[in-house]
């Protein structure tokens, strides 16, 4: 059983960055697709990052799409999000999921993901 830990969230002015990792530990991850979502209070929960198995594809919602970077170290079984160019409406709690799915696609929907982690918040003031 793998166990997904996130953290690097925080408080930051719009405009700033912020890094968030997802740390596994239990069993790796490494053959799994990883992806971030987030959730805000009263919305639906919502992709924002992919990243295939080995880390040489990768896919973003399209509200952070050219500010926001997904990667992944599998030595350190750790996946990442840089977070630039951050705005207001970024706010919410990030999750990030793993798949042990095969199939080809983007998986941009959160019943693709099979284990998730807890979350950490991330707000942006204006």
């Known amino acids: 059983q793998v166990q997904l830990v996130e953290s690097g969230g925080g408080l930051v002015q719009a405009g700033g960055s912020l890094s968030l990792s997802c740390a596994a530990s239990?069993?790796?991850?490494?053959?799994?697709?990883v992806g971030w979502f987030r959730q805000a209070p009263g919305k639906e929960r919502e992709f924002v990052a992919g990243?295939?198995?080995?880390?040489?594809?990768?896919y973003y919602g399209d509200s952070v799409k050219g500010r926001f970077t997904i990667s992944r170290d599998n030595a350190k079984n750790t996946v990442y999000l840089q977070m630039n160019s951050l705005k207001p409406e970024d706010t919410a709690v990030y999750y990030c999921?793993?798949?042990?799915?095969?199939?080809?696609?983007?998986?941009?929907?959160?019943?693709?993901?099979?284990?998730w982690g807890r979350g950490t918040q991330v707000t942006v003031s204006s």
């Open positions: 990243i295939s198995w080995r880390g040489g594809s990768s």
């Open positions: 239990g069993r790796t991850f490494n053959d799994n697709r």
């Open positions: 999921a793993g798949s042990r799915r095969w199939a080809s696609g983007n998986y941009i929907y959160a019943s693709d993901y099979d284990y």
